[in-house]
């Protein structure tokens, strides 16, 4: 027990009074602790709060743009699509008319090389003073074949 003195009077101090004011003080403490982190908390959710509208704000042109972007991607793709489409039609056609003018002119062609290399040769057997003869070369279709390399009789 304690004893207070004040002037005249003598106040005595249980342990239970003690034990009591105590408990309060340590409350106080713990509620002004809580306190505390509760406005961190609050300010820490309001910055939170205004970054995420932020970030909205921002988001949502972005999206806006990336999504104008894949339609025109999709817009230039099936551009390049009918054109491969195109280019292939015209290549089938090239290829078809290449093999008509080949087979329309090439034998006729042959024949008109054969002839005049046989026109020449026969001005050329007819001549007195003619020079000594080259040697022979084979024609092939687009190439000439050296006398080596053909096969003799």
């Known amino acids: 027990m304690l004893r207070h003195v004040s002037g005249e ?30 406005a961190r908390l609050a300010q820490t959710l309001k910055a939170t709060t205004k970054l995420v509208a932020d970030v909205t704000e921002q988001a949502v042109p972005l999206l806006a743009d990336a999504s104008s972007a894949v339609r025109s991607a999709q817009t230039q793709i ?52 003619a020079p000594a003869k080259a040697p022979r070369r084979t024609v092939i279709v687009g190439r000439t074949v050296p006398a080596a390399r053909r096969k003799r009789k």
């Open 9 to 38: 009077r003598v106040h005595t101090v249980s342990g239970g009074e003690v034990a009591g004011i105590l408990v309060a003080v340590f409350w106080a403490i713990l509620v002004s602790f809580l306190a505390v982190a509760l």
């Open 78 to 129: 099936d551009r390049v699509d009918a054109i491969a489409t195109d280019v292939q039609e015209v290549t089938s056609n090239a290829s078809a008319l290449s093999s008509t003018v080949a087979s329309t002119f090439g034998g006729p062609l042959v024949k008109v090389a054969a002839f005049g290399y046989g026109v020449r040769r026969a001005l050329a057997g007819r001549g007195e003073g």
